[in-house]
């Protein structure tokens, strides 16, 4: 299910291979967010030619729009989608937190407001697992209680205990042959409670370990702080998964603490806003002095953007809030985070992935 191929000999860095029953995702991996269905401006085409072998979908959202009978008569959520590799599907608990989503907690599961329509809905443990075996994604999140930054020691510490009661009754319900299944740990900005969370949760054998709660207005330094706690608790064995970074330090330096795999909305949300990544940093496409750059968004690239476009075309699209130029910005961003995870990842394997992540740092933040 899960196999580690290389192990970094300075860090705690690790190049493995998550196999689910129909595909294989080489780590480190980072998914791009498909939340209702498809990562925004691009087709699947485009995702599996940039190199991405796992998307993450929202499966509460998917519920709520287009609805369980929708999919289910598609035949799944692949044939929904027409993505032929892996899909991992989010419990939603994440989104359920927001003010405007108005939950309520309880032993039983999140009540809360659909974005769609206002009407109220019961997520339980059980109910979630439910509707990710009928979307048949690859990888199933159980039910997890995050609180926002900010929550105090209390309201933390029930929202450990709850995930770890939500987890339980998860496995129990759990029917699916060949969905693997994930949990999430919790803890906010306490490092006892990380502990405790992903301690707990290391005493049932789910198929991999995320940590989620990360990456929400906490300090970089805290944030850090609570990976490398709560990687300690986690089954080495394990895949490490971490909910909602991606930034391209930060996913390194993450790497180098032993997490496996990744998502974030990062590279897309930030592409549609002007920013264009590349292994020299990063820069504002809109910015007037594009404008008479007739070179590629990024040297030595090979996504469709740099090979046929310019800087100065795609600037004058994002200047003109033309679609085209979201896309192209999109595509290449979406490539660079790809091309960035394959080089660690030959980085591990050839056992100098410290001096990589260092000669990253220096050229991205010179």
Known sequence: MFEIEAKDGKTEARAGVLQTENY?????????????????????????????????????????????DVISGAGGLHRFMKWKRAIFTDNGGFQAIREEFSPVFSKKGITFSSPFDSSRHLITPEKIIGIQEVLGSDVALAL????????????????????????KRSLEVKSREGQLLFCIAQG??????????????????FDGYAIGGLSIGEPKK??????????????????RYLMGVGSPIEVLDAIAMGVDIFDSAFPTRNARHNAVYTEKGKYNIAKAKNLMLFEPLEEGCNCYACRHYTRAYISHL??????????????HNIHFTERLMRNAREAIVAGEFEEFREMFKNSFLS
Request: aromatic share 6%.
């Open 188 to 205: 906010g900005v306490f490092p006892e409670l990380r502990i405790r969370s992903a301690a707990e949760l290391a005493e049932f054998n």
């Open 24 to 68: 294989r995702v080489k780590t480190p991996a980072f998914m791009p967010v498909a939340t209702k269905g498809s990562v925004k401006t691009l087709s699947n085409h485009e995702l599996a030619g940039a190199g991405v072998e796992a998307l993450i979908s929202n499966a509460l959202l998917l519920y709520l729009k287009p609805g369980i």
């Open 144 to 167: 997890d209680d995050c609180p926002s930054y900010g929550t105090g020691y209390n309201r933390a510490e029930d929202s450990v205990k709850r995930t770890t009661e939500w987890a």
């Open 318 to 331: 994002m200047r003109v809030y033309e679609a085209l130029g979201m896309r192209l910005v999109t595509l």
């Open 222 to 239: 805290v944030m850090i702080e609570m990976i490398k706690i709560s990687i300690k608790a986690i089954p080495q064995e394990k895949p």
